[in-house]
T-cell receptor, first 115, second 107 residues
Framework: EAGVAQSPRYKIIEKRQSVAFWCNPI?????LYWYQQILGQGPKLLIQ????????DSQLPKDRFSAERLKGVDSTLKIQPAKLEDSAVYLC?????????????FGEGSRLTVL | AQRVTQPEKLLSVFKGAPVELKCNYS??????LFWYVQYSRQRLQLLLR??SRESIKGFTADLNKGETSFHLKKPFAQEEDSAMYYC?????????FGKGTRLSVIA
């Protein structure tokens, strides 16, 4: 079974530029998450999708961050314009809909450096 | 509000010594607790969950609702246990993670 795929693995941009990250979840997984992990901290949820609908985006800084999952499979997370404090690893995770205790499967992450 | 606290950023133990990684949580309802692990150059993955009450790689964790704790334990540490360990809680929102504890097992 293929795991969660993310790209790019690394991205360096200057502040005020824009960046986009892509995630392909495990086939058949209805739930998809984007987490932000700043160095030295645990992952922090940005947004949760169930199929192509948003379940929770309460912690997404909507003035600069946006995410979509138009066909209920792949997802894109965009930052525009980027700030220095956005430097972090952006983790995508997916979970099957079977059972409330379903395990989250994580991608390798996309490391963003904002200069 | 849901909160997970891992008081130790770094824990160093000798090979063969017992290990206890501490996790305390704050949640008014019935929580689901998990331990996730990240080995060097690998992705974050589930180690164990409280509802399964299982031992994985020699690790166990018991949910103590009175002390609101979910400490991770192993009687004899191995070098391959060196990794980042994250305690996580699912209440009425998606998984909330602690800041993590880096376990270093010294040969």
């Amino acid at each position: 079974e293929a795991g969660v795929a993310q790209s790019p693995r690394y991205k360096i941009i200057e502040k005020r530029q824009s960046v986009a990250f892509w995630c392909n979840p495990i086939s058949g997984h209805a739930t998809l998450y984007w987490y932000q992990q700043i160095l030295g901290q645990g992952p922090k949820l940005l947004i949760q999708f169930q199929n192509n609908g948003v379940v929770d985006d309460s912690q997404l800084p909507k003035d600069r961050f946006s995410a979509e999952r138009l066909k209920g499979v792949d997802s894109t997370l965009k930052i525009q314009p980027a700030k220095l404090e956005d430097s972090a690893v952006y983790l995508c995770a997916s979970r099957s809909s079977g059972g409330a205790n379903g395990e989250l499967f994580f991608g390798e992450g996309s490391r963003l450096t904002v200069l | 509000a849901q909160r997970v606290t891992q008081p130790e950023k770094l824990l160093s133990v000798f090979k063969g010594a017992p290990v206890e990684l501490k996790c305390n949580y704050s949640y008014s309802g019935s929580p689901e607790l998990f331990w996730y692990v990240q080995y060097s150059r690998q992705r974050l993955q589930l180690l164990l969950r409280h509802i399964s009450r299982e031992s994985i790689k020699g690790f166990t964790a018991d949910l103590n609702k009175g002390e609101t704790s979910f400490h991770l334990k192993k009687p004899f540490a191995q070098e391959e246990d060196s990794a980042m360990y994250y305690c996580a809680l699912r209440g009425n929102t998606p998984l909330v993670f602690g800041k993590g504890t880096r376990l270093s097992v010294i040969a």
